[in-house]
């Protein structure tokens, strides 16, 4: 019996981890939304409601693992992890506030639109590594993703940006995401 | 205490719903048309709308019940049904509406300053743990002030995205909100550069700058809370313009000055990404200020 109770409450915390991290890619591709749909900012109110109901779901997410987890310390790391890649996600979209020019984004729409394909593909294989044992997290698509970003920004943004520092930021943050990500055994 | 729950919005509603629901119950009684209660129903879920668009939602949900009605009547071809029916409808709807409406309304005001207040408060605690971890690199209570963060932007008073509420109000409001959420995410992007270790002498020179614009974001903030409660400010308030100043000088002095130099140390970039979180953070609370100023304004013109 106590071996049921305990097998149903880690599932319960494995799906709370998993729906956090689900969640956060619907975040991002709304974050990614901002610099690669043309009416967003005719329709600001519209993204930052979505953007707001994607945000309350991670939080209501989270907030179940954390309590799930105060009981059962297995998924303390998972967890922080989680709570890291979060911010990490926010610091790095806060581009989006410091660039307001749509055509900057246009240059390396190509290069945002593999970051966001190849980040999410990555998150989505770390929330099915809490069910499925045999799941390869590969890392290799992102990196590329953002080595091309990185080239981009050395070719064009550096010269075109007003204030290209933003970027050498999000490339930065970029990483910070993929050093989290890629120690994927530890999850 | 009687004035703080006839503020609490969510009593104002239930009282009007209980008041209006009794009306309906009487004409009920007295006048009523099919045995179905229609006329209560219509009452009630007209005045289930979120806060500060009782009219424009209220008329939605009428024009919803009256569709359904409609369907229905069709799908089994009566229509005496459908007249009594949608008499009673309309004249629960108008009931509920009008009291909605009229008797003691929503203060959208008073709610908004009621959601946005704590949510201000836990920023002031956030920003001073994460300037904590970032000197001492002990997360302290840095965590419990996140999380208490989390819980109070879990009630953001999201109804300002509603349709139907005063177009006057709703930019000022929507604005706001959206900085609000802007201001909780460049916290939450310090909190992962504030978990780096930098150069200890780099922290030490610039720890009394930081420390004195964790004072500063806490005035700022005391003062935001202030204004959203339409009062006046004793005294004026000073930003953390200089504290940021000092510190982006005592940075330069230890690292290249150059972007391609820059980019060669992964601590000096997350240190000047650091920096340029502040000045978002010290910007973001000025355009706080600013809207509130002007939505002030506009509802001293209202009153």
Redo the contacts between chains.
Sequence with gaps: MLRFKNYIHERRTKKYLAKSLYEMIKIQNVYFDSYLKEDFLSK??VY??I???R??SF??A??HA?ELIQKDLNYTVMLSKI??L???I??T??LR??VNEYSVFEICARELRGLEKTSSELLTHLAKSFFEKNVIVKIDDYLDAIHSFETIYNHTL?VVVRD???F??FI??LY?LQELMVKSDEW | MNGKIILNNQIRHLIRVIFASLIALMICYYFSFTPFGWLLFATIFVMLTPTGSALFQGLLRFFLLVGIVTIGSLLFSSASLFYTTVNEITLGAVIGIIINVLVIPDRVNVEFCRAVTPILQSYANYFSGIVELLITHQPGNTDKD??IV??N??R?P?WV?EPGLDIAMQKGY?YF??KL??VG??L??M???A?YHFNEDLLSEIKQSLMQSVLRVEQFIAALITLLELKKLTEGVIDFYDEIVMIEENFKKTVPHS?EL??VD?QH??F??FI??LK?LRNALILLAKALRQQSSKEIKNI
Excluded: N
Aim: one cysteine or more; proline letters at 1%.
């Design positions: 600001k109110y930052a409601r953007l707001h109901k945000t309350m939080f209501r989270i907030q954390r709570e890291c979060y911010e990490v926010c610091s979209h806060l506030y410091r550096q290209p520092v933003v050498l930021f930065q943050d910070a | 996140k999380i989390e819980s932007l879990q953001m999201s995205y929507r909100f959206m959420a802007h995410e460049i939450f992007a909190h992962h550069l978990r972007l820059l980019d992964k970039v997350y000047a990404e340029y979180d978002d």
